[in-house]
């Protein structure tokens, strides 16, 4: 079973996510801000998969993307952003900063499946 973290501070976008996780037989951790998962990462912290929103007040998904992104422990840990905000700006800043992934809120099961399996094969064949 995969453990996922889902960071978002919108807790009940959190569970859905959690929900749809679980129904693709993955265990999840849910954190409301990326402080907390960044130090959950710092004290040997080992998920599989980061689902990280974007929009976050003070520490942005892309902030936390760059924290995870710059320590060699954490270069081959999928991570897929999870944002309402479309625009091809930023999903091109997603991608080049290390992303894995890019699904759209609301997200629908079938697309987080998709993603995961995208994000997990990259790791596999580096």
């Known amino acids: 079973m995969k453990l996922v973290w889902i960071v978002d501070s919108d807790e009940e976008m959190g569970r ?15 954190f409301y801000h990326p402080r907390v ?36 422990e954490w270069k081959n840990l999928p991570v897929i952003m999870l944002s309402s905000e479309a625009a091809d700006v930023m999903v091109d800043k997603a991608m080049e900063m290390g992303a894995d992934g890019y699904v759209m809120k609301p997200v629908t099961i079938e697309e987080l ?7 997990f094969y990259k790791h596999i064949i580096k």
């Not at 960044?38 to 936390?64: C, F, K, R, T, Y």
């Not at 499946?113 to 994000?119: G, I, L, T």
């Open 16 to 30: 859905a996510v959690s929900l749809m996780l679980k129904l693709l037989d993955c265990e999840t951790r849910y």
């Open 113 to 119: 499946e998709k993603v995961m399996s995208q994000a």
């Open 37 to 72: 998962a960044a130090q959950a990462l710092l004290d040997g912290g080992h998920p599989d998969l980061m689902v990280l929103d974007i929009n976050m007040p003070e520490v942005s998904g892309l902030d936390m993307l760059e924290f995870v992104r710059r320590r060699k």
